[in-house]
């Protein structure tokens, strides 16, 4: 059974930084596309950050145009976890935020239907 635990969420001021993580079990993350998606209250969940598998001859990494320059997605095979670096983080940035592995293969753009399987999600909040 295929599980996707985070953690790392909290409370920061605006301008902090937070590292979230996904630890997955029952799976090799390395050989999927995993993804971090976040949802505000209100809003639909989208995609801010994603990694090809670790197969492919190249990193290949995904983001949003509202995490570029400020969020890093990585991961450490050895570990099988996924890793969120969020800096320069800003009230807009507040929302539940969920990794997700995808079966699929690498895309262009993203939608949560393109994802087999999610974690519980992990709240962020940043506060003005």
């Known amino acids: 059974q295929v599980q996707l635990v985070e953690s790392g969420g909290g409370l920061v001021q605006a301008g902090g930084s937070l590292r979230l993580s996904c630890a997955a079990s029952?799976?090799?993350?390395?050989?999927?596309?995993m993804g971090w998606f976040r949802q505000a209250p209100g809003k639909e969940r989208e995609m801010v950050a994603g990694i090809a598998a670790s197969t492919l001859r190249y990193a290949t990494t995904f983001y949003a145009d509202s995490a570029k320059g400020r969020f890093a997605i990585s991961r450490d095979n050895a570990k099988n976890t996924v890793y969120l670096q969020m800096n320069s983080l800003n009230s807009e940035d507040t929302a539940v935020y969920y990794c997700?592995?995808?079966?699929?293969?690498?895309?262009?753009?993203?939608?949560?239907?393109?994802?087999?399987?999610w974690g519980q999600g992990t709240q962020v909040t940043v506060s003005s």
């Open positions: 029952g799976l090799a993350s390395s050989t999927y596309i």
């Open positions: 997700a592995v995808s079966m699929g293969l690498w895309k262009s753009r993203w939608s949560p239907s393109d994802f087999d399987t």
